[in-house]
């Protein structure tokens, strides 16, 4: 069996992950055949490896994907396990986050946790309806009680906004939302908080998950509210919802790991 297989399943480190794109790709040509029998979980030089009947699954750059928690290692193996015949990366989101940790966030870490911070200058939860009333009343409801506890445990106070007109934050929220984002231990962590934040476009939201203040699920449908009123009004729009189910699939498995790392 060769070692390298997963660099012909899985995208190259440092691509973004786009499910619905990748899906959409992989469907246009055969997917791999499975060939193991037997996936397990074994603890080498104090990191956590998955195994593929005795060899290890590897990054498309073929570094063996280390988890630095069993628990961690149990989320990606058990996704190998639930592999039918076929080897379809679209479901794979715990293993596409590892790969882009081991071989692209590790080495990048502060240009992603910038990336994080830069959320910061324009998070979603800053820009706010004038009208109807509902729409107002509900994002109110939803998202200021998460800027309060932005402020509250790390000192960051946002300007909200009306509409879509930029508005600058202050230099000490952004440098409060930095100091947290650099607090972030380690690769595998901060690719997860990077993962929720650009599905969210709020890194407010990634920190209340990140830190137990929201539920994955209550952050999902408050970075979704506006969409979920539209669809109220104007009704749902079917592939508009199947995008969303992929795009969700990734942030679930990406709070899990930031939660498995963690301890949290």
């Known amino acids: 069996m060769r070692d390298d297989f997963s660099k012909d399943l899985l995208p190259s480190a ?8 990748l899906a959409r790709r992989d469907q246009q040509k055969s997917f791999p055949r499975r060939f193991w029998k037997e996936v397990t979980v074994e603890e080498r030089d104090g990191a956590f490896l998955v195994l593929l009947d005795g060899r290890p699954v590897r990054t498309p750059a073929k570094n063996a994907a280390a988890l630095p928690t069993r628990e961690a ?3 990606v193996a058990q996704e190998w396990r639930s592999l039918g015949d076929v080897v379809d990366p679209a479901g794979m989101p715990f293993t596409r986050i590892v790969n882009s940790a081991i071989d692209g966030v590790a080495r ?5 946790a910038a990336d994080c911070v830069k959320y910061a200058g324009s998070d979603l939860l800053c820009y706010r309806a004038g009208d109807p009333v509902r729409l107002v009343a509900r994002q109110n409801e939803t998202w200021n009680p998460v800027l309060d506890w932005m402020h509250e445990r790390f000192g960051a106070r946002f300007v909200l ?11 000490p929220t952004l440098d409060a939302v930095r100091d947290e984002v650099a607090a972030v231990d380690g690769p595998l962590a901060l690719a997860a908080l990077h993962v929720m934040t650009t599905l969210t476009g709020s890194v407010v939201l990634a920190l209340a ?7 994955p699920a209550e952050a999902w449908a408050a970075a979704h509210l ?4 539209q669809m ?3 009704g749902e729009d079917e592939e508009a919802l199947q995008r969303r189910a992929a795009r969700h699939r990734d942030f679930e498995a ?3 790991l930031h939660r498995a790392v963690r301890g949290g």
């Open 14 to 21: 440092g691509e973004p992950v786009d499910p619905v794109a």
């Open 209 to 215: 998950v990140a830190h137990g203040r929201a539920a």
């Open 73 to 75: 290692a149990q989320m």
């Open 161 to 171: 906004a009306e509409g879509v007109m930029f508005c600058a934050q202050p230099e």
């Open 226 to 229: 506006d969409e979920d009123f």
């Open 232 to 234: 109220e009004v104007w």
């Open 108 to 112: 990048e870490m502060e240009a992603v």
């Open 254 to 256: 990406a709070a899990a």
